[in-house]
Nanobody, 125 residues
Framework: QVHLVESGGGLVQAGGSLRLACAAS????????MAWFRQAPGKEREFVAA????????YYADSVKGQFTISRDTAANTVALQMNNLKPEDTAVYYC??????????????????WGQGTQVTVSS
């Protein structure tokens, strides 16, 4: 089992920044990929960004390229999502996820076996 706990969400004005963190524990050595997804009210959960457990490879949704940065702290077993120039449309619950593969389908939520409980990000206009 892998346990994921997100933190860092909150309320921010448009143009501001937030840094989310995901702390991983348990059998993390079985994981290859860590990712962030988000779900806005009334919408499907969507992929945001992914990173290999080593931190070498990253992949972003087109909608957040150049705005968000995913990173790994291998010593602390955490994954961070730095979000800059936030917009009201970034408002959502953000979820951390862990999976055992790094494939062409890394943006598909079905590739991930473990999920955190989510953290709310609200961007006011």
């Amino acid at each position: 089992q892998v346990h994921l706990v997100e933190s860092g969400g909150g309320l921010v004005q448009a143009g501001g920044s937030l840094r989310l963190a995901c702390a991983a524990s348990g059998r993390t050595y079985t994981m290859t990929t860590m990712a962030w997804f988000r779900q806005a009210p009334g919408k499907e959960r969507e992929f945001v960004a992914a990173i290999t457990w080593s931190g070498v490879n990253t992949y972003y949704a087109d909608s957040v390229k150049g705005q968000f940065t995913i990173s790994r702290d291998t010593a602390a077993n955490t994954v961070a999502l730095q979000m800059n120039n936030l917009k009201p449309e970034d408002t959502a619950v953000y979820y951390c996820a862990a999976g055992q593969t790094w494939t062409l389908y890394k943006s598909n939520r079905n590739e991930y076996s473990y999920w955190g409980q989510g953290t709310q990000v609200t961007v006011s206009s």
